[in-house]
């Protein structure tokens, strides 16, 4: 059973920085990409970021492009999501998943694995 872990949430002004990580207790054939989502109270989950595991490719959702970067280290079984000048609509319990995805890593039902999740709170 994969597990995963997140860190690095918080309470954070506007226009301020904060670093998500998540490890994975495993990799495995199962799952070869790796997401974050997030979830505002009242609103679904949606798709922020995802990278893969054995390629380059990332992918982020429009609203946050430019400001979010994604990273990996396969070492360490771990993903980070470096999250820049915070806006308040980007406050949200923020999602870790694994998933196995072909051309589309966007969405939810491609990722088997979900962490407990982390709030991310930005003050305006």
């Known amino acids: 059973q994969v597990q995963l872990a997140e860190i690095g949430g918080g309470l954070v002004q506007a226009g301020g920085s904060l670093r998500l990580s998540c490890t994975t207790s495993?990799?495995?054939?199962?799952?070869?990409?790796m997401g974050w989502f997030r979830q505002a109270p009242g609103k679904e989950r949606e798709f922020v970021a995802a990278?893969?595991?054995?390629?380059?490719?990332?992918y982020y959702d429009d609203s946050v492009k430019g400001r979010f970067t994604i990273s990996k280290d396969i070492a360490r079984n771990t993903v980070h999501l470096q999250m820049n000048s915070l806006k308040p609509e980007d406050t949200a319990a923020y999602y870790c998943?694994?998933?196995?995805?072909?051309?589309?890593?966007?969405?939810?039902?491609?990722?088997?694995?979900w962490g407990q999740g982390t709030q991310v709170t930005v003050s305006s």
């Open positions: 990278i893969r595991w054995t390629a380059s490719s990332t």
């Open positions: 495993e990799r495995t054939i199962t799952s070869n990409v």
């Open positions: 998943a694994a998933g196995l995805c072909g051309s589309n890593c966007r969405a939810a039902r491609f990722y088997g694995y």
